[in-house]
């Protein structure tokens, strides 16, 4: 036999003629490695894009825990050049209108969010609440504040809780809105028309059925919400402002006076030249992240649970 | 009626009460959210009436912003918004497209099989959910750099970021200083570290979205590509990218929205200082971050100057979040029509 298979032998065989070291794939081929190459590149981007994160958590734990310790829970903060102090009041704070933001956000998302979910996809209305909530998911958080400061703090003629709290709401408002529609449409349509089968009324068929089976979706998005809103600077600054006093005092809340919050706490000490300064704004991100953190987590873990 | 207790019953007047009630208490609520859009778009444009009408145009194309001598004007803060935010969007859809690309292409699993093959145990079953979960773990931690809040980004862009990159720009700039980008050495706060920190904060949602359209590629597409012999990357660059690439470019729209819009990262990082300049290190200012700076100690006769300012920024962001929501509807609409 000298060149190539005869026909016969090609008929039995068809890889007879085939050269098999071709077809190992090789990275020497300027095709493989360029796919190669590139893979890489992308793999070491990956890598790259989590740096930041990591920077992020290493230096709070570094820095911010070197500083943490009970004090900063209970004292109020330090005046310039003074040692010591803490963050008590802004915990407590961020607690208060975080809480407040919730209580507005939480009955006008999820009423809009029924209300979405009974109604035809036609319907103009409906068409128009979900554009609404999508312009807001885009919303920059600092006109929030703007308007609140418009429409809250110059016609109460002060800075207060009540105004952060209504700036945070807004921003909160369509995370939780667009979330219970979801998890109020995934409700089995059998179980709805079960009820209604029943003589339920429509309302009913809401609070009795798709509420409670929809719950886990709904809180998801309310924990998000939450999250969101504790970590939010921008619409607290000139709504809420800050205060070195507790908000809590005599046993009484008073909302209608500036509040200080961790987040506005750390914006101020961040450009202080102070160290002490410095050091407890780094302590109160680690505790403002570890709060952010522990709340996106119990919601996706409620999410979590529902899908499998 | 026969005795036996029936569970099944018509509602009662009450219950019809109660519904009727409930119905339109839902309907009130669902238009309270479109009134508050309104609310916020009128509350923001009244206040700004008397500045608008004192300053008009000019407010947009002057460069002075002296409060003492009541001249305003914002030029270099939207050139400041509009430089920064495109600087961002540059790096955060490079490095969110990459992620993107190696979290959907199946890299972990082949990475797994190469390193397990090496041992000669890459058949048994217990690896088998592992590149999933590796995949997971990647998404959620991408997914994480989101749920930073920003001041903690400004914080540590101030303490980490600027002291890093300072030695290498001002390199940069000693022995490229004629280019106009390097025109200015970094002495602290300025365009690129805002910029970075502003594409990390960015790259989460041009991951998520890009993710979302590459995974919705028919699977046959690729499989005709490496059928015809095309390698992984041909593939990817003649076939999965071109179709999913209204998809992508609808979601770095989307994150160009929110880099408009950021206000406390670039309000610690990028300076506050009222010039336009190309450099990258030179100090500059930002729409939200003029706000953020203004807005606390404003005098009423500011208030309404800001107002104008908000407006403007309202304007920016609503247009460009808008033409995103439209490019990824349009997106899912191909997609719904080749399924057809």
Request: net charge positive; charged share 10%; aromatic share 8%.
């Amino acid at each position: 036999m000298s060149a190539g298979p005869s026909p016969i032998e090609q008929e039995l065989n068809p890889l007879s003629g085939v050269n098999f070291a071709d077809l190992e794939k090789s990275l020497l081929r300027p095709r493989t490695l360029a796919s190669g190459l590139l893979s890489t590149l992308v793999a070491a981007m990956t890598i790259l894009a989590l740096i930041p994160l990591f920077s992020v958590v290493w230096m709070l734990v570094w820095r911010g825990g070197h500083k943490l310790s009970l004090l900063c829970f209970t004292q109020l903060p330090p005046a310039p050049l003074e040692q010591g102090g803490g963050f008590g009041n802004a915990i407590v704070g961020t607690l208060i209108i975080v809480a407040l933001a919730t209580l507005i956000s939480v009955p006008v998302g999820v009423l809009s969010a029924v209300y979405l979910e009974r109604s035809d996809q036609r319907n103009k209305l409906a068409q128009a609440v979900r554009f609404a909530a999508k312009v807001l998911t885009g919303f920059p958080s600092i006109l929030a504040g703007v308007f609140a400061y418009g429409a809250i703090v110059l016609a109460t003629g002060g800075y207060s809780a009540i105004a952060g709290a209504i700036a945070v709401s807004i921003l909160m408002l369509p995370t939780i809105l667009l979330t219970a529609e979801d998890a109020i449409r995934m409700v089995p349509v059998k179980m709805k028309e079960a009820a209604i089968g029943m003589g339920a009324t429509s309302t009913q068929v809401t609070w009795m059925v798709s509420l409670p089976t929809a719950l886990p979706g709904i809180l998801t998005g309310i924990m998000l919400a939450v999250a969101r809103g504790a970590g939010e600077t921008a619409p607290l600054l000139f709504t809420s402002l800050f205060s070195n006093y507790w908000p809590i005092r005599h046993g009484h809340v008073n909302l209608m006076q500036p509040t200080a919050s961790l987040a506005v706490l750390i914006y101020n000490f961040a450009g202080m030249p102070f160290e002490n300064q410095v050091e407890l704004a780094w302590a109160a991100a680690l505790v403002l992240v570890l709060l952010v953190l522990v709340t996106n987590l119990i919601g996706q873990s409620l999410s979590n649970r529902q899908a499998q | 009626m026969s005795p036996e207790v029936q569970i099944s019953q018509p509602p009662s007047r009450l219950q019809l009460l109660a519904d009727a009630v409930f119905r339109r208490l839902c309907v009130a609520f669902a238009c309270l959210s479109i009134l508050l859009v309104a609310l916020i778009v009128w509350r923001i444009a009244y206040a700004a009436a008397p500045a608008a009408s004192q300053y008009g145009l000019g407010f947009l194309s002057g460069r002075t912003w002296d409060a003492n001598n009541g001249q305003y004007a914002i030029l270099p803060e939207i050139w400041g918004t509009l430089y920064s935010s495109l600087l961002a969007l540059f790096f955060g859809t490079a490095f969110g497209v990459a992620a993107a690309i190696f979290l959907s292409e199946g890299y972990l699993a082949s990475f797994l099989f190469g390193l397990l093959k090496v041992f000669h145990i890459e058949f048994h079953s217990f690896w088998g959910r592992i590149p999933q979960e590796g995949e997971n773990l990647l998404r959620n931690l991408i997914e994480l750099l989101a749920a930073i809040p920003s001041v903690v980004y400004g914080l540590w862009g101030l303490f980490v970021v600027i002291p890093l990159i300072r030695p290498l720009c001002n390199w940069l700039h000693l022995k490229m200083g004629w280019l106009p980008i390097f025109g200015t050495d970094l002495s602290g706060p300025g365009m690129l570290p805002a910029a970075i920190v502003l594409s990390i904060m960015v790259l989460p949602t041009i991951t998520a979205i890009s993710r979302d359209a590459l995974t919705s590629v028919p699977p046959k597409l690729r499989m005709a590509a490496y059928g015809l012999g095309a390698t992984r990357w041909e593939t990817i660059l003649a076939v999965i990218l071109p179709t999913a690439l209204r998809g992508i470019f609808g979601g770095v729209v989307l994150a160009f929205g929110r880099a408009l819009g950021e206000t406390m990262a670039l309000a610690m990082l990028v300076g506050n200082a009222n010039q336009i300049s190309v450099s990258l290190f030179s100090p500059a200012n930002t729409l939200a971050a003029l706000l953020a700076n203004n807005f606390p100690e404003a005098r009423p006769k500011d208030v309404a100057v800001l107002m104008y300012a908000a407006l403007v920024l309202l304007g920016i962001t609503l247009l460009v979040n808008m033409i995103g929501a439209f490019m990824l509807q349009r997106a899912s609409g191909d997609r719904e029509g080749g399924k057809a």
